[in-house]
């Protein structure tokens, strides 16, 4: 029985031993109604935002002052703004001590939690509470922490004989001090995505390397290190995109202080916007910070695509 036309493109696929082409599917009319309000969402949510912060980037607007027409002037001129290049550099002196820190012991935790342990349950559960507190609630809690004379904090030096440290309220300390409260609250996201990773790992390999004398550092380092590397990628992207945006700890602790010593780009942008009224300027910084998280976010899905091949994903 003669093949149709319609059936050749996929019978000439299967005898070469490539994949047939994917068929192109039309909306029907009947369908539109479930789409349009989700486009509606879309282009009122997200894409419009981002077309007026274009728009008004272009433009020297400021609360008073009629708006007029500047052109790239915003962005040049960024270029020559030292609060905003001190800015940039701190937020990305943050956003990597607050990656690494809760990167490492999330994975140590996972790997602890992993273990067959007495009321593990139970263990999970209060290990991961920092996590559904409130940011502000946080602030406030950790700013009487910090107190020099008496936080806690402090405290607890002296009985190890260290002496008081400053903190949050000396610029040498602050992005440290708050990196801390950020790998408090956040190391539990990355201990649940390493566990599920644990989770799905096979146990075949670990037989056999047991079988072969490897010890518990070895099975680590050669098995379960590189076969969770894809789930390290997504918290990695994840703390990422996170630290670089983060505003409400850092401004209800600090508010960018002591000086500008804590003030990263969300609160540089912030200044501008509404305490300054530069609305213009801060919407060419808002662009700025915009394509940096994208750039960010673009670098870390590739080599999270490369390393698919783990989980044996195409």
């Keep these: 029985m003669p093949a149709s036309a319609a059936t050749l493109p996929d019978a000439g696929a299967r005898e070469s031993g490539r994949p047939p082409r994917p068929r192109k599917s039309r909306l029907r009319p009947s369908q539109w109604p479930f789409i349009v309000p989700a486009l509606a969402v879309v282009v009122g949510v997200i894409i419009f935002p981002w077309l007026f912060t274009l728009w008004m980037s272009v433009n020297g607007w400021q609360i008073g002052v009629e708006q007029h027409f500047v052109g790239l002037e915003n962005y040049v001129r960024l270029m020559g703004d030292a609060r905003f290049i ?47 507190a409130t940011p ?16 806690i904090l402090n405290y607890l030096l002296s009985l190890v004989g260290i002496g008081p440290q400053a903190w949050v309220f000396h610029p040498s300390s602050v992005i440290a001090s708050l990196v801390m409260v950020e790998t408090w609250q956040w190391t539990p996201l990355v201990m649940l995505i390493v566990l599920g990773g644990l989770a799905s790992l096979p146990t075949e390999p670990y037989e056999s390397a047991s079988l072969d004398g490897a010890n518990a550092w070895h099975q680590f380092r050669y098995i379960t290190f590189p076969m969770i590397i894809p789930f390290l990628l997504i918290a990695v992207m994840i703390r990422t995109i996170d630290a670089l945006k983060s505003f409400d700890i850092i401004y209800a602790i ?31 910084i808002a662009v700025v910070f915009f394509v940096l998280i994208i750039a960010l976010s673009l670098v870390l899905m590739s ?12």
């Design 254 to 284: 600090t508010q960018g202080g002591p000086g500008t010593a804590s003030e990263t780009i969300n609160l540089y942008l912030y200044s501008v916007a509404f305490t300054y009224y530069d609305v213009g300027y801060g919407s060419a």
């Design 86 to 132: 001190a800015s940039m550099g701190r937020t990305l002196v943050y956003t990597a001590l607050s990656v690494i820190a809760p990167l490492v012991l999330g994975t140590l935790a996972a790997l602890v939690f992993n273990a067959r342990l007495p009321a593990r349950g139970l263990l999970r559960g209060i290990f991961v509470m920092p996590m559904m």
């Design 303 to 314: 080599l999270r695509q490369r390393t698919s091949w783990l989980l044996g994903e195409e």
């Design 136 to 151: 502000v609630a946080i602030a406030l809690v950790w700013t009487m922490m910090f107190h020099p004379q008496l936080g």
